[in-house]
């Protein structure tokens, strides 16, 4: 996913509004978890995933940004130190520009899982905008937990992300053959409504799980009239969590959290720590999102709790 600070929200979510929303843990907020097939006890959490790198920010975006294999996988293990519990992996070249390179992905997991066992790791199989199909499948010989699986085309920037139905399901069905569990990636409602094809076609095994991926421009914005929306059609025990886009991931979070959710922060979507002040890393965004969670009176979840939130 791109990365803007600067995205037009059309109306901000406003956190007066957000704190008129909120309500105490044990009260709405459990009944909203149990509807959605938690266990309707606070202990369950919320878990936080990251996305470290993306395909199309640069250092002249952020002199942050990691690049290399080891800088990723650093990356990644302060993260998880900072909370978080599972990795989106993209992964770059000796030039710094994005790969779907199997054999760098695989070192990037290696890396991580030496200092990290317990993380989940989840690749990308999106990429770049414009990667060829094939290229985008090869990645499941990395032989990942997870791989996020996006259910159609949507406008992305200037650019048209390509996900026709054929390689959607193609792709579905080799993640289901090797024991892969999709994310399924939700740009807009028209890809909720392929996600519930996939699960009836049995495409994609149930309990899915779910990304909202919100805020993209030339997709569906970052609005909690938008979100409701799609929880409106989420199977009952599916999982699901909310990325949103630059200046509108926090507030996200915090919105995402009040509903029984789960969420995804870092650098692939967001750089900024607060208006004008760059993330100096990953872990930074993490400890921000962990301490949103926290003050909304839930836990964090630790990596075996968010293995078993989603079923792997």
């Given at each position: 996913m791109?990365?803007?600070?600067?995205?037009?929200?059309?109306?901000?979510?406003?956190?007066?509004?957000?704190?008129?929303?909120?309500?105490?843990?044990?009260?709405?907020?459990?009944?909203?978890?149990e509807?959605?097939?938690?266990?309707?006890?606070?202990?369950?959490?919320?878990?936080?995933?990251?996305?470290?790198?993306?395909?199309?920010l640069?250092?002249?975006?952020?002199?942050?940004?990691?690049?290399?294999?080891?800088?990723?996988?650093?990356?990644g293990?302060a993260?998880v130190?900072?909370?978080?519990?599972?990795?989106?992996?993209?992964?770059?070249d000796?030039?710094?520009?994005?790969t779907?390179?199997?054999?760098?992905i695989?070192?990037?997991?290696?890396?991580?899982?030496?200092?990290?066992?317990?993380?989940?790791?989840q690749?990308?199989?999106?990429?770049?905008?414009?990667?060829?199909?094939?290229?985008?499948?090869?990645v499941?010989?990395?032989?990942?937990?997870?791989?996020?699986?996006?259910t159609g085309?949507?406008?992305?920037g200037d650019?048209?992300?390509?996900?026709?139905?054929?390689?959607?399901?193609?792709l579905a069905?080799?993640m289901?053959?090797?024991?892969?569990?999709?994310?399924?990636?939700i740009?807009?409602?028209?890809?909720?409504?392929?996600g519930l094809?996939?699960?009836?076609?049995?495409?994609?095994?149930?309990?899915?799980?779910?990304?909202?991926?919100?805020?993209?421009?030339?997709?569906l914005?970052?609005?909690?009239?938008n979100?409701?929306?799609?929880?409106s059609?989420?199977?009952k025990?599916?999982?699901?969590?909310?990325?949103?886009v630059?200046?509108?991931?926090?507030?996200?979070?915090?919105?995402?959290?009040?509903?029984?959710?789960?969420?995804?922060?870092?650098?692939?979507?967001?750089?900024?720590?607060?208006?004008?002040?760059?993330?100096?890393?990953?872990?930074?965004?993490?400890e921000?999102?962990?301490?949103?969670i926290?003050?909304?009176?839930?836990?964090?979840?630790?990596?075996?709790?968010?293995?078993?939130?989603?079923?792997?």
């Amino acid at each position: 996913m791109g990365t803007s600070n600067n995205l037009d929200l059309g109306g901000p979510l406003k956190r007066a509004q957000m704190q008129g929303a909120r309500k105490d843990a044990t009260g709405a907020y459990m009944e909203i978890r149990e509807d959605r097939g938690f266990a309707g006890n606070a202990a369950d959490g919320s878990f936080l995933e990251v996305p470290l790198v993306g395909a199309e920010l640069t250092r002249e975006h952020t002199p942050y940004l990691p690049l290399t294999p080891e800088e990723i996988a650093q990356s990644g293990i302060a993260a998880v130190a900072a909370g978080a519990s599972l990795l989106h992996l993209h992964v770059r070249d000796a030039q710094g520009k994005p790969t779907l390179d199997s054999q760098v992905i695989s070192r990037v997991m290696e890396l991580i899982r030496k200092d990290c066992p317990e993380v989940i790791l989840q690749v990308s199989t999106g990429g770049a905008v414009g990667d060829p199909y094939e290229t985008r499948m090869g990645v499941l010989v990395c032989k990942p937990e997870m791989a996020s699986l996006t259910t159609g085309t949507t406008n992305f920037g200037d650019e048209v992300f390509l996900n026709p139905r054929p390689f959607v399901e193609k792709l579905a069905g080799l993640m289901r053959d090797k024991n892969i569990k999709p994310e399924l990636e939700i740009f807009d409602l028209s890809m909720m409504e392929e996600g519930l094809r996939l699960i009836e076609k049995d495409w994609v095994k149930e309990p899915a799980h779910f990304q909202f991926v919100l805020g993209v421009p030339g997709a569906l914005q970052a609005a909690s009239e938008n979100l409701n929306l799609l929880l409106s059609r989420l199977p009952k025990k599916a999982t699901w969590s909310v990325a949103a886009v630059g200046r509108h991931q926090f507030p996200m979070v915090e919105l995402a959290i009040q509903k029984g959710g789960h969420v995804r922060v870092g650098m692939e979507d967001n750089i900024y720590l607060e208006k004008g002040v760059l993330a100096k890393s990953n872990a930074e965004l993490v400890e921000k999102a962990a301490m949103i969670i926290k003050q909304q009176g839930f836990v964090v979840a630790k990596p075996d709790q968010a293995r078993e939130i989603l079923s792997l």
